[in-house]
């Protein structure tokens, strides 16, 4: 069973994990399992109240993991998160899924982890203040992107940010991931109950 690494910092976004964990379990057959991590072990609580007891701190990762998905919220501009720098830097290392969304892309532009892929993010400006991110050319103005294993999408994507990670962890066949993200984008009435 492959392990994904979900990053929730205090206040993080609720609806960005929620997607992305929910499609994981009903799509992947069994082959995935959700697992958080934090800073520390303690509760950290989501934007909309809804605490969360992480899985792993940064010190007792496992070392079998397919992804680390950084979830978007209000504390990636803290200097404490920067404690996540080393993860990220092995992930792209040896290869493995790295996906950020809203806030989180913004972090992997400050350390630099977005300069060998195109990507997207809320502002093209707030990366460029940066001096570690000299990718100007590789922002693309697309809701989510997918590109080298890295994974972006901006603050009003948490579908098309799913969707992404889906496709790169093969959570499902095309057909069912495309038929998971329409069903949820366009609506009960106008899109077929997805299988699963």
């Not at 590109?147 to 889906?166: H, P, S």
């Not at 962890?169 to 077929?192: C, R």
Request: glycine share 8%; charged share 20%.
């Amino acid at each position: 069973m492959k392990k994904i690494l979900y990053v929730i910092l205090e206040q993080w976004a609720d609806w960005e994990l929620a997607y992305i964990s929910s499609a994981v379990n009903m799509l992947g057959g069994g082959k995935f399992e959700n697992k958080t991590v934090s800073l520390t072990k303690n509760a950290v609580t989501s934007i909309g109240g809804v605490k969360c007891l992480p899985d792993y701190d940064l010190l007792t990762l496992p070392s079998n993991y397919g992804a680390v998905i950084l979830i978007g919220g209000m504390s990636w501009h803290n200097e404490n998160a920067m404690q996540v720098k080393p993860l990220i830097d092995a992930c792209i290392k040896s290869g493995k899924v790295v996906g950020a969304i809203c806030d989180a892309c913004r972090f992997l532009g400050s350390i630099g982890a977005l300069n060998g892929a195109k990507h997207t993010a809320n502002d093209l400006n707030e990366l460029k203040q940066y001096s570690s991110y000299t990718n100007e050319q590789g922002f693309v103005h697309r809701q989510a992107v997918l590109d080298n294993n890295v994974i972006t999408a901006n603050g009003t994507a948490a579908l098309e940010f799913a969707q992404e990670v889906l496709r790169a962890l093969l959570v499902s066949t095309e057909e069912q991931i495309k038929g998971w993200y329409d069903f949820h984008k366009l609506g009960f009435y106008n899109a077929p109950m997805p299988k699963m």
